[in-house]
């Protein structure tokens, strides 16, 4: 069964101001980067970061941040494509609604639709609260690797 309709939207200046005020639930900031580094951490690898709102109804509810780095990027790991989920937050009064699945799957599609695509690779901080549970429930696996003490996960296809 198919989650609420969600679009991922450009970040714009018509939306910069409403992506910046959301928020995650009290105890999940030391899981996610809150919205305005990932927007400068954007600004600052436009070559492989790829932001967005995640909206319902043209409102956003919360902000996604892929790493696309193609099988021609100079970082491709041995001249092979490598998409990272790099960002994934769903404002704190939006949780539980299926935002967060729905957004997950949009991403993917997305994704299906670059070069060399075999995958999606995320990665999680572990701990009390940790997003690990949400990524298994959305498909995601543990690939056996930590890196830089973070779980990394992998959604095949």
């Known amino acids: 069964m198919p989650g609420p309709a969600v679009e991922l939207q450009a970040v714009t200046p018509q939306n910069l ?12 900031e030391k899981f996610v980067a809150d919205n305005s ?10 070559d492989r970061a790829w932001p967005r709102a995640i909206c319902v109804d043209g409102e956003p509810v919360g902000f996604a941040m892929l790493d696309l780095v193609g099988p021609d990027h100079p970082e491709a790991p041995e001249g092979r494509a490598s998409y990272f ?6 404002d ?4 539980g609604c299926g935002y967060g699945r729905s957004a997950v799957e949009a991403l993917i599609e997305y994704v299906k639709t670059l070069p060399d695509s075999r995958c999606l690779t995320t990665s999680y901080v572990p701990g009390e609260g940790t997003p690990g549970p949400f990524y298994e429930r959305v498909g995601f696996k543990p690939t056996g ?3 830089h003490g973070e779980v990394v996960m992998r959604r095949s296809w």
Do not use: F, H, N, T
């Open 17 to 28: 101001g409403r992506v910046l005020a959301l928020r995650v639930g009290a105890g999940q």
């Open 37 to 46: 580094k990932s927007l400068a951490e954007a600004y600052v690898y436009p």
């Open 85 to 90: 989920l790099w960002r994934l937050m769903i």
């Open 92 to 95: 704190a009064d939006r949780q």
């Open 145 to 147: 690797e930590v890196d």
